[in-house]
């Protein structure tokens, strides 16, 4: 099963909203309400940000939104900060077959 | 605290195996999964495989990519971890974290700080 598919890069100015989207299929975003995001800046440890496609852990700004429409998972950031120039990767459950899926990653440039 | 440290990673020749270890110094390694995921240098996130916790069956499940090579298994009275690998390709190199995902949802909530395996003659 291949990758989800991400765009490669996305950018905004500061205070704008920006929306990266997740596009997978009815095999693993369309199926299950098991979305995540992460965001990675260059030579860190990836983070997670957002759980089961809407929910935010502890710590994350709620600037931070996710949300999914058929096959499609998206993460929203509003408000974009200098600071939120990083990667971001979408993560999917795929059933028992191919388990997780992880999207190709985007990256995100505040202007 | 959590925090998962892995260890093991090097120069390996293909076709050789390498074993990865994952150790938690918090508390209730037993209670949740773990799972392995890899980065290649500049490339994007690619999960490997995971282990549920006893509570979960302790069952485990691998990538396509790696099924059949990479065996994950686990000592909760160790609070430890394992990646087997076996057969390694050269396209296996990458840097290898250990993730927690504690309530068995696919989210992976603590990741180590990652080790690098490069596997080239």
């Known amino acids: 099963q291949s990758a989800l598919t991400q765009p490669a890069s996305v950018s905004g100015s500061p205070g704008q909203s920006i929306t990266i989207s997740c596009t997978g299929s009815s095999s693993d975003v369309g199926n299950y309400n098991l979305v995540s995001w992460y965001q990675q800046y260059p030579g860190q440890v990836p983070k997670l940000m957002i759980y089961e496609v809407t929910k935010r852990p502890s710590g994350v700004s709620n600037r931070f939104s996710g949300s999914k429409s058929g096959n499609t998972a998206s993460l929203t950031i509003s408000g974009l900060q200098a600071d939120d120039e990083s990667d971001y990767y979408c993560?999917?459950?795929?059933?028992?077959?191919?388990?997780?899926?992880f999207g190709g990653g985007t990256k995100l440039t505040v202007l | 605290e959590v925090q998962l440290v892995e260890s093991g990673g090097g120069l390996v020749q293909p076709g050789r195996s390498l074993r990865l270890s994952c150790t938690d110094s918090g508390f209730s390694f037993d209670e949740y999964a773990i799972n392995w995921v890899r980065q290649a240098p500049g490339r994007g996130l690619e999960w490997v495989g995971f282990i549920r916790s006893k509570a979960y069956g302790g069952t485990t499940g691998y990538a396509a990519s790696v099924r059949g090579r990479f065996t994950i298994s686990r000592d909760d009275s160790k609070s430890i971890a394992y990646l087997q690998m076996n057969n390694l390709k050269t396209e296996d190199t990458a840097i290898y974290y250990c993730?927690?995902?504690?309530?068995?949802?696919?989210?992976?909530?603590?990741w180590g700080q990652g080790t690098l395996v490069t596997v080239s003659s």
């Open positions: 993730t927690r995902d504690y309530v068995h949802n696919w989210a992976f909530d603590y």
């Open positions: 993560c999917s459950y795929a059933g028992t077959r191919s388990f997780v899926l």
